[in-house]
């Protein structure tokens, strides 16, 4: 497994933008798959969205589509979730995955190693 810790979050208005950090460090990044979840209170962890670990691919949950960017740099071990346009619906924790696999991932199970969290409140 990997270590992993996000950071970035904070209060943005409506419409705002912010951009949430993941630092991985343990294993070799470029091998691991990576995926932002979040948790709004009260509701269960969502899939937020994902990139193989080559890059070439991502999937985006539709409520984001268009609004959140996921990228990465394989040599400073961080994955990145730029988020634009951000809604009071944002609102919630979100959480860096990783798993060393090819596949792209998109469900929650699919992930061994798990950040802390970080929160983003949205205000509207």
């Known amino acids: 497994q990997v270590q992993l810790v996000e950071s970035g979050g904070g209060l943005v208005q409506a419409g705002g933008s912010l951009r949430l950090s993941c630092v991985a460090s343990?294993?070799?990044?470029?091998?691991?798959?990576m995926g932002w979840f979040r948790q709004a209170p009260g509701k269960e962890r969502e899939f937020v969205g994902a990139?193989?670990?080559?890059?070439?691919?991502?999937n985006y949950a539709d409520s984001v589509k268009g609004r959140f960017t996921i990228s990465r740099d394989n040599a400073k071990n961080t994955v990145y979730l730029q988020m634009n346009s951000l809604k009071p619906e944002d609102t919630a924790v979100y959480y860096c995955?990783?798993?060393?696999?090819?596949?792209?991932?998109?469900?929650?199970?699919?992930?061994?190693?798990w950040g802390q969290g970080t929160q983003v409140t949205v205000s509207s």
């Open positions: 343990g294993r070799t990044f470029s091998n691991y798959a």
């Open positions: 990139m193989s670990r080559s890059g070439s691919r991502t």
């Open positions: 995955a990783a798993r060393d696999t090819p596949l792209l991932l998109t469900t929650g199970g699919g992930y061994d190693s």
